[in-house]
């Protein structure tokens, strides 16, 4: 790993733990692993929390360290371990009864959060079929929430954030609509109808299809954030090759709500990732291969993340999603999309300003 810089060489070694297997952990890892200084371990560790992987990570980190005889690195990983277990054991403790208080005002869904199980994300994300009024005053009622402060795109997207007393994260909650301005309804009622249980360290909850699951992935990576993260690379491929994925529903579900070359797209960059580390990509059929726009070699990491090229590749798929939503005759909809590129000029313009888009985005 030498000549590239400390954040690409713990992206590396992250993506090696997690996608080459046991097999791929052999001794050159394990000596690379041993070697990290204390510093390398705070960058690691950082990545791994940005990225959603750290329990999936960070246990066979600790193995490697203990057989190259750094028991001092060692118990610092698991003292990491430790921490990272109990915020996601206290953060189950909350989502379980909240989302039991919100089904008093409608149907509801786990979105994006439970997806990276054994890890968890960094907010609670929750989907209602509800009113916006009923889940505000629930969440005040029930949990003495209070209301963090709403952004245009916030609002846009009919979504809100709750800050909850001896809850660290924040708990999103989208009510009625999916996506950056609250475009997709069509992927919305689709989630709705077939999600299905689950039951994770005891808790129980509701959680989109895989189907559901993999559009909203890609609502929230190709369509709003423009990156992606390992736990997305991670979570969807195990996914794929689970088998579980109905791929012609995939489809329909795609191109009625225009993200289907998206979708596509997203696939294949996460397929030719795994084939960086594994020698072979995921089992994608050709109906997805022939429709995605492009590929891995597009993806950059930057700023501890793999970046998507926004010209002309996003633009593409954004000017795609508006006219599917247009034919539609999903006017409303239509005219809720098409303000997106002023929310991102306003949200860059603030940010350059004050360093924070959170007021706009």
């Not at 690379?233 to 996914?239: E, F, P, T």
């Amino acid at each position: 790993m030498n000549g590239v810089t400390n954040s690409t060489k713990c992206l590396i070694l992250l993506s090696q733990i997690l996608l080459e297997g046991d097999g791929g952990h052999g001794e050159e890892l394990s000596c690379v692993a041993a070697c990290l200084s204390r510093g390398e371990l705070l960058d690691l560790s950082a990545l791994a929390n940005s990225h959603h992987v750290t329990m999936r990570t960070f246990p066979a980190l600790r193995q490697m360290m203990t057989l190259e005889g750094n028991s001092q690195s060692a118990e610092w990983i698991e003292n990491e371990v430790g921490k990272e277990r109990s915020r996601i054991q206290n953060a189950l403790s909350f989502l379980e009864p909240i989302c039991g208080a919100l089904e008093e005002a409608g149907k509801v869904v786990v979105i994006k959060s439970l997806d990276h199980w054994p890890d968890l994300g960094s907010d609670l994300d929750l989907y209602a079929d509800a009113e916006g009024g009923d889940v505000v005053a629930i969440m005040r009622r029930d949990f003495q929430a209070e209301l963090a402060e709403r952004s245009w795109g916030d609002r846009l997207a009919n979504k809100w954030n709750f800050v909850v007393p001896g809850l660290p994260e924040l708990v999103e909650v989208h009510v009625g609509r999916l996506g950056q301005t609250g475009e997709q309804i069509a992927v919305a009622q689709s989630l709705v109808a077939r999600s299905r249980s689950t039951q994770l360290a005891s808790h129980a909850f509701h959680v989109p299809a895989p189907e559901e699951r993999l559009a909203i992935s890609t609502l929230q990576r190709m369509y709003r954030h423009f990156y992606i993260r390992l736990c997305d690379i991670v979570d969807n491929a195990r996914l794929v090759e689970s088998g579980a994925v109905d791929y012609l529903y995939l489809r329909s579900l795609g191109q009625s709500a225009g993200l289907w070359d998206g979708l596509a797209t997203y696939l294949v960059i996460i397929s030719d990732y795994v084939k960086l580390y594994r020698g072979e990509g995921l089992p994608l059929p050709d109906l997805v291969r022939s429709a995605a726009r492009f590929g891995g070699k597009e993806i950059v990491f930057r700023r501890n993340f793999l970046r998507i090229p926004l010209l002309p590749h996003s633009a593409k798929l954004y000017a795609s999603e508006l006219t599917r939503l247009l034919l539609n005759g999903e006017i409303r909809n239509t005219l809720r999309l098409s303000l997106l590129p002023g929310l991102a000029t306003a949200a860059a313009l603030e940010f350059k300003l004050t360093g924070s888009d959170k007021g706009v985005w």
